[in-house]
């Protein structure tokens, strides 16, 4: 079985809004709903699970009903960190699916333009591989700062060797529940699901990412979000 797991328990502060980044709307539509659509009508995905903000769970099971989104089998509470959250799923999937033979394919809420074949790559590198994460070279120079405060760099990252993560992330259930179990219990909660597995010193994989495949943060973000649907992609 392949569930979606989508985090949806951010609160948009870099948005400045008082409206959660993923519930805001762009074309009369909620942005997780886009999300939601992409995995609704993908065939290779069987259930989805949504970790939210707990004062947003009405709305969410509200939208479900509107926009015929039938495969969302469950919303959890989302956590203080996106890690936890991420933990309130796989510990829910567990509870219900029990030893079934499970693949989670975790998502950023607020990337709504996931592409099929984003997905379909993912699927396919974790099924040779064991895992997948979404990734994309990078174009430009990367300059690596004298330390985080700081606002100069002595030096440069070779390009050719770096890529950019986007989600999805895709992993066994009880695998990356191990993981993540592991690197909690040592006081680390992973930024995103592919440092779990980096923490516990083993290989993550790369999938094809897409440039459209960005995650709505900023002003800037909604506004492309919404010249991209007007456009009609």
């Known amino acids: 079985m392949n569930v979606a797991v989508l985090t949806a328990g951010g609160v948009g502060s870099r948005l400045n809004n008082n409206i959660p980044k993923q519930f805001l709307t762009v074309n009369d539509v909620p942005i997780i709903i886009y999300t939601l659509r992409q995995f609704q009508k993908n065939k290779d995905v069987d259930k989805i699970i949504v970790a939210c903000l707990e004062d947003w769970k009405p709305a969410l099971n509200a939208y479900k009903r509107e926009y015929d989104i039938d495969k969302l089998e469950w919303i959890v509470n989302g956590g203080e960190t996106g890690a936890e959250s991420i933990v309130n799923c796989l ?3 567990k ?3 029990g030893n079934e033979d499970v693949t989670v394919i ?3 809420g607020n990337r709504p333009l996931v592409s099929s074949d984003v997905i379909k790559s993912a699927l396919l ?3 040779e591989y064991g895992n997948a994460i979404a990734c994309l070279p990078s174009n430009e120079v990367l300059l690596e700062l004298n330390n985080a405060n700081d606002n100069s760099s002595n030096h440069s990252i070779n390009r050719d060797v770096v890529r950019r993560t986007q989600t999805p992330h895709v992993f066994s259930l009880d695998d990356i529940r ?3 179990s592991k690197a909690m ?6 930024v995103a699901p592919c440092d779990a597995v980096i ?3 083993e290989r993550v994989y790369l999938s094809e990412g897409s440039e459209l495949n960005f995650k709505v943060t900023t002003q800037g973000d909604l506004k492309i979000l919404r010249a991209l649907i007007e456009s009609g992609v």
């Open 178 to 180: 191990d993981k993540y």
């Open 106 to 108: 975790i998502h950023d």
């Open 91 to 93: 510990d829910a999937l």
């Open 95 to 97: 509870k219900n699916l």
């Open 199 to 201: 923490i516990n010193n």
């Open 125 to 127: 590198v974790k099924k």
């Open 185 to 190: 219990k040592n006081g680390i909660h992973p």
